[in-house]
């Protein structure tokens, strides 16, 4: 944390009385405490710095453009959930979902900033790097965000290491439900994601899993979900189409043999589509 971040945070609550919410950008440093030159990961996208949200007028945008309030807000700013030691929270805000909050085996960054949007009032955003985040080794959480690493993360890593991917998947899954249905309304990118990341579960090739139960399948209601999701801007056309596939290929990706036959035809693709890379560049 720098030395003037308490600073910051006392301006803006003292400022503004209906601030709920403050959230700042991060220094990115190394295992050893190094300042590395990377941009923030959160970042003020329009506006400069700070911006000041009203969440009234913000859900008004929202319901205007067919949007989800935190899919508007994150339009606003790249990660405005990331990390909780950047960000801050009028208590009242998480007190009126504490029950809820025993419930999150994970993610309490992503709690922290839906129970924020809910409690309404006022959201503070700097570009000041008040925080210091480091990063190390590989980030198993990153997978639940981004379940295009599929590719890699099957080619790498032992079987312990898929099954800490798969308790991290379930997680996500699970928080990303209770804060899609609980706190945020309608269509929103966290209920998008829960999809994903039940598509990115179904391909994980670990017999250990057993036989996936219906509620972490993928389904036609996932479809039109996910297709909704798309018009919304909550996902994009290559997700689409990932929920498609999984769906259409859900009761074989259900069991274990299912998933280790998929897991062979993938790796075949995906060897042949490396050998004729390196074709094209020889050439």
């Given at each position: 944390?720098?030395?003037?971040?308490?600073?910051?945070?006392?301006?803006?609550?003292?400022?503004?009385?209906?601030?709920?919410?403050?959230?700042?950008?991060?220094?990115?440093?190394?295992?050893?405490g190094n300042a590395l030159?990377?941009?923030?990961?959160?970042?003020?996208?329009?506006?400069?710095?700070?911006?000041?949200?009203?969440i009234s007028k913000l859900?008004?945008?929202?319901?205007?453009?067919?949007?989800?309030?935190?899919?508007?807000?994150?339009?606003?700013?790249?990660?405005?959930?990331?990390?909780?030691?950047?960000?801050?929270?009028?208590?009242?805000?998480?007190?009126?979902?504490?029950?809820?909050?025993?419930?999150?085996?994970?993610?309490?960054?992503?709690?922290?900033?839906?129970?924020?949007?809910?409690?309404?009032?006022?959201?503070?955003?700097?570009?000041?790097?008040?925080?210091?985040?480091?990063?190390?080794?590989?980030?198993?959480?990153?997978?639940?965000?981004?379940?295009?690493?599929?590719?890699?993360?099957?080619?790498?890593?032992?079987?312990?290491?898929?099954?800490?991917?798969?308790?991290?998947?379930?997680?996500?899954?699970?928080?990303?439900?209770?804060?899609?249905?609980?706190?945020?309304?309608?269509?929103?990118?966290?209920?998008?994601?829960?999809?994903?990341?039940?598509?990115?579960?179904?391909?994980?090739?670990?017999?250990?899993?057993?036989?996936?139960?219906?509620?972490?399948?993928?389904?036609?209601?996932?479809?039109?979900?996910?297709?909704?999701?798309?018009?919304?801007?909550?996902?994009?056309?290559?997700?689409?189409?990932?929920?498609?596939?999984?769906?259409?290929?859900?009761?074989?990706?259900?069991?274990?043999?299912?998933?280790?036959?998929?897991?062979?035809?993938?790796?075949?693709?995906?060897?042949?589509?490396?050998?004729?890379?390196?074709?094209?560049?020889?050439?």
């Amino acid at each position: 944390m720098s030395s003037n971040r308490l600073e910051e945070v006392y301006k803006a609550f003292t400022s503004y009385d209906r601030l709920v919410y403050f959230h700042n950008s991060q220094t990115i440093i190394d295992d050893k405490g190094n300042a590395l030159e990377r941009p923030p990961l959160s970042k003020n996208l329009v506006g400069g710095s700070p911006v000041i949200v009203n969440i009234s007028k913000l859900q008004e945008l929202a319901k205007r453009y067919e949007v989800g309030a935190a899919d508007l807000l994150l339009r606003l700013r790249a990660k405005a959930y990331f990390n909780s030691s950047s960000q801050v929270v009028k208590r009242s805000a998480l007190e009126a979902n504490a029950h809820l909050l025993k419930e999150a085996p994970i993610g309490i960054d992503v709690f922290i900033f839906a129970s924020s949007l809910r409690a309404g009032g006022l959201m503070y955003f700097t570009d000041e790097r008040l925080t210091l985040y480091r990063v190390h080794g590989e980030s198993l959480s990153s997978y639940a965000e981004n379940w295009s690493s599929y590719a890699h993360m099957t080619r790498s890593g032992s079987n312990e290491i898929y099954l800490r991917r798969a308790k991290i998947l379930l997680d996500y899954i699970k928080v990303y439900e209770l804060i899609s249905s609980r706190l945020l309304d309608d269509i929103n990118v966290y209920l998008c994601a829960e999809k994903l990341n039940k598509g990115s579960l179904l391909l994980l090739p670990l017999p250990e899993l057993g036989v996936l139960p219906p509620e972490l399948r993928l389904s036609l209601s996932d479809v039109k979900l996910a297709l909704r999701c798309y018009k919304a801007g909550a996902e994009g056309l290559v997700d689409v189409i990932f929920v498609m596939g999984n769906a259409l290929l859900s009761p074989l990706l259900a069991s274990p043999r299912g998933r280790l036959v998929i897991d062979k035809l993938l790796e075949g693709v995906i060897k042949a589509l490396a050998t004729k890379r390196a074709l094209k560049r020889k050439a």
